[in-house]
Protein backbone atom coordinates (compact mmCIF):
# COMPACT_ATOMS: atom_id res chain seq x y z
CA UNK A 1 0.00 0.00 0.00
CA UNK A 2 1.24 3.89 -0.64
CA UNK A 3 -0.91 4.78 2.16
CA UNK A 4 -1.51 8.61 1.87
CA UNK A 5 -0.27 10.34 -1.00
CA UNK A 6 -0.25 14.19 -1.77
CA UNK A 7 0.71 16.10 -4.74
CA UNK A 8 2.53 18.41 -5.18
CA UNK A 9 4.97 18.45 -2.74
CA UNK A 10 5.74 22.59 -3.18
CA UNK A 11 3.89 25.38 -4.79
CA UNK A 12 4.24 28.53 -4.90
CA UNK A 13 1.26 30.89 -6.56
CA UNK A 14 0.12 34.48 -7.20
CA UNK A 15 -2.47 35.93 -5.46
CA UNK A 16 -5.82 35.42 -7.23
CA UNK A 17 -4.57 32.18 -8.73
CA UNK A 18 -6.28 29.16 -8.16
CA UNK A 19 -4.85 25.41 -7.85
CA UNK A 20 -5.76 22.02 -6.57
CA UNK A 21 -3.86 19.84 -4.28
CA UNK A 22 -4.37 16.29 -4.68
CA UNK A 23 -4.91 13.71 -2.03
CA UNK A 24 -5.68 9.99 -2.38
CA UNK A 25 -5.53 6.91 -0.11
CA UNK A 26 -5.10 3.02 -1.31
CA UNK A 27 -6.54 1.76 2.26
CA UNK A 28 -10.26 2.03 1.50
CA UNK A 29 -10.59 4.54 3.87
CA UNK A 30 -14.11 5.97 4.98
CA UNK A 31 -12.77 9.64 6.62
CA UNK A 32 -10.53 11.61 5.24
CA UNK A 33 -9.42 15.69 6.11
CA UNK A 34 -7.54 18.01 4.98
CA UNK A 35 -5.39 20.60 7.42
CA UNK A 36 -2.97 23.46 8.09
CA UNK A 37 -0.03 23.79 10.34
CA UNK A 38 1.13 27.12 10.52
CA UNK A 39 3.84 27.93 12.97
CA UNK A 40 2.93 28.72 16.64
CA UNK A 41 -0.83 26.61 15.67
CA UNK A 42 -2.19 23.58 16.40
CA UNK A 43 -3.07 21.54 13.16
CA UNK A 44 -6.52 23.09 11.71
CA UNK A 45 -9.22 21.10 10.08
CA UNK A 46 -10.29 22.54 6.92
CA UNK A 47 -12.62 20.08 5.47
CA UNK A 48 -13.13 16.42 5.97
CA UNK A 49 -15.26 13.61 4.69
CA UNK A 50 -16.97 10.16 6.13
CA UNK A 51 -17.60 8.76 3.16
CA UNK A 52 -17.79 9.30 -1.10
CA UNK A 53 -20.28 12.26 -2.12
CA UNK A 54 -20.23 13.54 1.77
CA UNK A 55 -18.01 16.00 2.88
CA UNK A 56 -18.52 19.01 5.87
CA UNK A 57 -16.85 22.14 6.87
CA UNK A 58 -13.73 21.93 9.72
CA UNK A 59 -12.55 24.59 12.00
CA UNK A 60 -11.23 27.34 8.70
CA UNK A 61 -12.60 26.57 5.89
CA UNK A 62 -12.91 29.47 4.25
CA UNK A 63 -11.33 30.66 0.81
CA UNK A 64 -11.16 26.47 0.03
CA UNK A 65 -13.36 23.50 -2.01
CA UNK A 66 -13.83 19.96 -1.24
CA UNK A 67 -15.35 17.24 -3.21
CA UNK A 68 -15.18 13.29 -2.55
CA UNK A 69 -16.78 11.77 -5.63
CA UNK A 70 -14.65 8.38 -5.24
CA UNK A 71 -13.78 6.71 -1.97
CA UNK A 72 -9.92 7.09 -2.73
CA UNK A 73 -9.75 11.12 -3.99
CA UNK A 74 -10.23 13.93 -1.78
CA UNK A 75 -8.46 17.24 -3.53
CA UNK A 76 -8.76 20.02 -1.36
CA UNK A 77 -9.38 23.36 -4.11
CA UNK A 78 -8.13 27.12 -3.37
CA UNK A 79 -10.22 29.26 -5.58
CA UNK A 80 -8.51 32.34 -5.13
CA UNK A 81 -5.24 32.06 -3.32
CA UNK A 82 -4.55 35.03 -0.46
CA UNK A 83 -1.21 35.16 1.14
CA UNK A 84 -3.10 34.01 4.51
CA UNK A 85 -3.26 30.57 2.72
CA UNK A 86 0.51 30.49 2.90
CA UNK A 87 1.17 27.43 4.92
CA UNK A 88 1.86 23.16 4.98
CA UNK A 89 -1.68 21.12 4.03
CA UNK A 90 -1.67 17.61 5.21
CA UNK A 91 -4.26 15.41 3.99
CA UNK A 92 -5.21 12.18 6.30
CA UNK A 93 -7.41 9.06 6.31
CA UNK A 94 -9.17 6.58 8.58
CA UNK A 95 -10.40 3.29 8.35
CA UNK A 96 -14.03 4.81 9.84
CA UNK A 97 -15.23 8.23 11.50
CA UNK A 98 -12.43 9.43 14.28
CA UNK A 99 -15.12 8.51 16.92
CA UNK A 100 -15.14 4.86 15.94
CA UNK A 101 -11.72 5.14 17.42
CA UNK A 102 -9.44 4.07 14.07
CA UNK A 103 -6.11 5.54 13.74
CA UNK A 104 -5.24 8.30 11.01
CA UNK A 105 -2.74 8.52 8.69
CA UNK A 106 -1.09 11.09 7.81
CA UNK A 107 0.22 12.46 4.04
CA UNK A 108 3.86 14.28 3.77
CA UNK A 109 2.51 17.04 3.57
CA UNK A 110 2.72 20.06 0.93
CA UNK A 111 4.11 23.67 1.71
CA UNK A 112 2.06 26.36 -0.37
CA UNK A 113 3.69 29.71 -0.40
CA UNK A 114 1.15 32.53 -1.94
CA UNK A 115 2.91 35.90 -2.93
CA UNK B 1 -8.16 30.08 23.53
CA UNK B 2 -7.20 27.04 22.75
CA UNK B 3 -8.60 23.91 23.73
CA UNK B 4 -5.19 21.66 24.39
CA UNK B 5 -2.11 22.95 25.97
CA UNK B 6 0.82 21.23 25.27
CA UNK B 7 4.17 21.99 27.93
CA UNK B 8 6.84 21.97 27.73
CA UNK B 9 6.95 23.59 24.22
CA UNK B 10 10.67 22.77 23.63
CA UNK B 11 12.42 20.63 25.68
CA UNK B 12 15.75 19.45 25.11
CA UNK B 13 17.53 16.10 27.10
CA UNK B 14 20.66 14.17 27.01
CA UNK B 15 20.23 10.68 25.70
CA UNK B 16 18.94 8.21 28.04
CA UNK B 17 17.16 10.88 30.28
CA UNK B 18 13.74 9.91 31.07
CA UNK B 19 11.23 12.42 29.32
CA UNK B 20 7.76 13.55 29.95
CA UNK B 21 5.63 15.77 27.92
CA UNK B 22 2.02 16.82 29.24
CA UNK B 23 -1.36 17.67 27.51
CA UNK B 24 -3.87 19.72 29.07
CA UNK B 25 -7.20 20.17 27.68
CA UNK B 26 -11.07 21.94 28.77
CA UNK B 27 -13.46 20.27 26.75
CA UNK B 28 -14.81 16.73 27.14
CA UNK B 29 -13.25 14.14 25.20
CA UNK B 30 -14.22 10.68 23.75
CA UNK B 31 -10.22 10.06 22.81
CA UNK B 32 -7.07 11.82 22.69
CA UNK B 33 -4.43 11.09 20.53
CA UNK B 34 -0.70 11.28 20.46
CA UNK B 35 1.12 12.11 17.18
CA UNK B 36 4.93 12.52 16.25
CA UNK B 37 5.95 14.58 13.52
CA UNK B 38 9.31 14.14 12.38
CA UNK B 39 11.99 16.63 11.32
CA UNK B 40 11.03 15.78 7.56
CA UNK B 41 7.39 17.11 7.96
CA UNK B 42 5.77 13.40 8.41
CA UNK B 43 3.09 12.79 11.18
CA UNK B 44 2.42 9.53 12.54
CA UNK B 45 0.38 8.50 15.08
CA UNK B 46 1.29 7.15 18.34
CA UNK B 47 -1.41 5.97 20.68
CA UNK B 48 -4.89 6.62 20.87
CA UNK B 49 -6.22 6.57 24.79
CA UNK B 50 -9.89 7.38 25.91
CA UNK B 51 -8.38 5.65 29.69
CA UNK B 52 -5.97 4.49 31.65
CA UNK B 53 -1.96 3.62 30.67
CA UNK B 54 -0.85 2.53 27.00
CA UNK B 55 2.36 1.92 26.08
CA UNK B 56 4.92 0.90 23.02
CA UNK B 57 8.43 -0.13 23.28
CA UNK B 58 9.78 3.12 25.11
CA UNK B 59 6.61 5.23 25.17
CA UNK B 60 4.49 5.22 27.64
CA UNK B 61 1.13 7.18 27.22
CA UNK B 62 -1.48 8.02 30.25
CA UNK B 63 -4.75 10.03 30.60
CA UNK B 64 -6.93 11.38 33.55
CA UNK B 65 -9.89 11.94 32.06
CA UNK B 66 -11.52 13.87 35.27
CA UNK B 67 -8.57 15.81 35.24
CA UNK B 68 -8.39 16.58 31.70
CA UNK B 69 -4.84 15.65 31.42
CA UNK B 70 -2.50 12.94 29.80
CA UNK B 71 1.22 12.53 29.42
CA UNK B 72 3.39 10.88 27.47
CA UNK B 73 6.84 9.33 28.43
CA UNK B 74 10.04 8.40 26.93
CA UNK B 75 12.15 6.29 28.51
CA UNK B 76 16.17 6.22 27.46
CA UNK B 77 15.47 8.16 25.61
CA UNK B 78 17.44 8.61 22.23
CA UNK B 79 18.50 11.08 19.52
CA UNK B 80 16.15 8.82 17.11
CA UNK B 81 13.34 10.03 19.33
CA UNK B 82 14.21 14.13 18.29
CA UNK B 83 10.91 15.15 16.90
CA UNK B 84 7.48 17.56 17.91
CA UNK B 85 4.87 15.44 19.58
CA UNK B 86 1.47 16.58 19.43
CA UNK B 87 -1.46 16.00 21.62
CA UNK B 88 -4.87 16.22 20.16
CA UNK B 89 -8.19 15.37 21.57
CA UNK B 90 -11.54 14.45 19.75
CA UNK B 91 -15.03 15.94 21.31
CA UNK B 92 -17.76 13.55 20.67
CA UNK B 93 -17.54 15.00 17.21
CA UNK B 94 -16.06 14.51 14.43
CA UNK B 95 -13.13 16.76 14.18
CA UNK B 96 -9.78 17.01 16.62
CA UNK B 97 -8.13 19.63 18.60
CA UNK B 98 -4.48 19.74 18.68
CA UNK B 99 -2.08 21.22 20.90
CA UNK B 100 0.75 22.96 19.38
CA UNK B 101 3.29 20.69 19.83
CA UNK B 102 6.31 19.69 22.17
CA UNK B 103 9.56 19.38 20.17
CA UNK B 104 12.12 17.04 21.69
CA UNK B 105 15.93 17.12 20.98
CA UNK B 106 17.97 14.72 22.40
CA UNK B 107 21.13 15.06 22.72
CA UNK B 108 23.38 12.38 21.87
Known amino acids: NAGVTQTPKFQVLKTGQSMTLQCAQD?????MSWYRQDPGMGLRLIHYSVGAGITDQGEVPNGYNVSRSTTEDFPLRLLSAAPSQTSVYFC??????????????FGPGTRLTVT | KNEVEQSPQNLTAQEGEFITINCSYSVGISALHWLQQHPGGGIVSLFMLSSGKKKHGRLIATINIQEKHSSLHITASHPRDSAVYIC??????????FGTGTSLTVIP
Open chain 1, 27 to 31: MNHEY
Open chain 2, 88 to 97: AVLPPRNQFY
Open chain 1, 92 to 105: ASSYSTLASGYEQY
